[in-house]
């Protein structure tokens, strides 16, 4: 069974910096895209990144600049690299990924990890 686990969220005071990582395990062969969401209280969840297998990457506009999307396909793993943060940052970060089994190629999320940006 493939599992996606998220990790790396806490508490950041603004202006600071966190990394999150997303490792993909089970009967995995290739992963294609994976990308990163949040959802803030309230609010639908929304597109912070994403990152072809191939590398291309495309951000909200909202985190142009601040963010990067990497990925290390040896290790199943992506990563977001979040600097300059703000309080509108505050959300629940959620990875997602195209997972290419022996079987099919589905869609997987995590469970998320949250992420708080206050002073």
């Known amino acids: 069974q493939v599992q996606l686990v998220e990790s790396g969220g806490g508490l950041v005071q603004p202006g600071g910096s966190l990394r999150l990582s997303c490792a993909a395990s089970?009967?995995?062969?290739?992963?294609?895209?994976m990308g990163w969401y949040r959802q803030a209280p309230g609010k639908q969840r929304e597109l912070v990144a994403r990152?072809?297998?191939?590398?291309?990457?495309n951000y909200a506009d909202s985190v142009k600049g601040r963010f990067t999307i990497s990925r290390d396909n040896a290790k199943l793993t992506a990563y977001l690299q979040m600097n300059s943060l703000k309080p509108e940052d505050t959300a629940v970060y959620y990875c997602?990924?195209?997972?290419?089994?022996?079987?099919?190629?589905?869609?997987?999320w995590g469970r998320g990890t949250q992420v708080t940006v206050s002073s």
């Open positions: 997602n990924a195209v997972v290419i089994t022996t079987i099919r190629a589905d869609d997987y």
């Open positions: 089970g009967s995995i062969l290739s992963i294609g895209r």
């Open positions: 990152i072809t297998g191939s590398g291309s990457t």
